[in-house]
């Protein structure tokens, strides 16, 4: 019994440490994709915290791009389809019955915007774009001051 | 005054109450001068068995004292164990904030980190007013007209 109280003690003590450390974005399905694919060859994953991007104070910005990998697209709007719950849809762009392009407003978390951007392009090669920012500013401006015309 | 001698047993007596214990007829009394006699040092090997089992229901009779001791040990482990895990914690996400994995190679050099980051943003940007339209149907605050405005033209 007096093992069974240390133990317990030990356990509830790492938990006060452990449960701090989560993030608002590991409630996501996507945060599956960055930890599958990220540090894959052909990929590119970026992860910024508190830093300034295209002009924009971003509080995080973490976006993946695969290439070559149809699997991968298919696993990531899986991983959408579950997200897209309780989200809104900015936009949706669908070719041949599949969506090649999403943009997600997710729920606030912890006084955060959130957006996911997903985009799948064919040429000039596949390749497969993942964005996940959060930021304490509106989600439109965000996403009119960070989706420049090309 | 009078002096009480403690009365000690020899070894004969001693082999006459080891009998009667293995018979169970002994008393509290004599179990103790039992005892005491066995727990004598040097005595002969033949007692080696019996002084084996009342050592073993000496020491379950005797009270353990409450220590607070252990208890401060375990919490002082447990502290030090918590202190190590935020540590390491600490550190290791401080040097992981802004990285970028390029084909599995990690760089942490803020502007090629951030150059990989507008690359990525570019891959996403539209050409066209898409993202306005939708934005604007995310208020919904004309919609309905707008949606209604394409029946009005119609008899």
């Not at chain 1, 943009?103 to 799948?120: A, C, T, V």
């Not at chain 2, 073993?56 to 009270?63: A, G, L, M, P, R």
């Not at chain 2, 918590?82 to 599995?104: E, H, I, M, P, R």
């Amino acid at each position: 019994m007096k093992s069974i109280n240390k133990y317990l003690i030990i356990t509830l003590l790492l938990g006060f440490v452990v449960l701090p450390e989560m993030k608002a974005q590991d409630d996501l399905q996507i945060n599956r994709v960055f930890e599958q694919y990220g540090e894959m060859k052909g990929v590119v994953m970026v992860e910024l915290t508190g830093e300034m991007l295209g002009g924009h104070d971003l509080s995080f910005f973490k976006s993946i791009t695969i290439k070559n990998n149809p699997s991968a697209a298919d696993f990531i709007r899986k991983c959408l389809a579950k997200d897209e719950a309780g989200a809104k849809k900015v936009k949706q762009v669908v070719a041949n019955g599949i969506p090649t392009s999403i943009f997600l407003q997710l729920p606030r978390k912890e006084q955060l915007n959130r957006l996911i951007l997903f985009n799948e392009t064919l040429k000039p090669e596949p390749k497969i774009t993942l964005i996940y920012i959060e930021s304490k500013n509106d989600s439109e401006d965000v996403l009119k001051l960070i989706l420049k015309k090309k | 005054m009078k002096i009480r001698m403690k009365h000690t047993i020899n070894s004969i007596e001693a082999d006459r109450l080891i009998e009667k214990y293995y018979e169970g007829m002994t008393t509290v009394e004599e179990e103790k001068r039992l005892q005491d006699f066995l727990s004598r040092p040097g005595l002969p090997e033949r007692y080696r068995p019996e002084q084996a089992i009342f050592g073993y229901f000496f020491q379950k009779k005797q009270k353990k004292d409450f220590s607070i001791f252990p208890y401060i040990r375990w919490a002082s482990v447990a502290a030090l164990i918590v202190f190590t895990v935020f540590s390491l914690k600490t550190l290791t996400t401080q040097n992981q904030t802004n990285y970028a994995f390029v084909d599995g190679e990690r760089i942490t050099d803020i502007q090629e980190v951030k150059s990989q980051a507008m690359s990525s943003l570019r891959n996403i940007s539209s050409d066209n007013d898409e993202v306005d339209e939708g934005l604007k149907n995310l208020n919904g605050n004309k919609l309905m007209e707008q949606q209604l405005d394409v029946f009005s033209g119609l008899e």
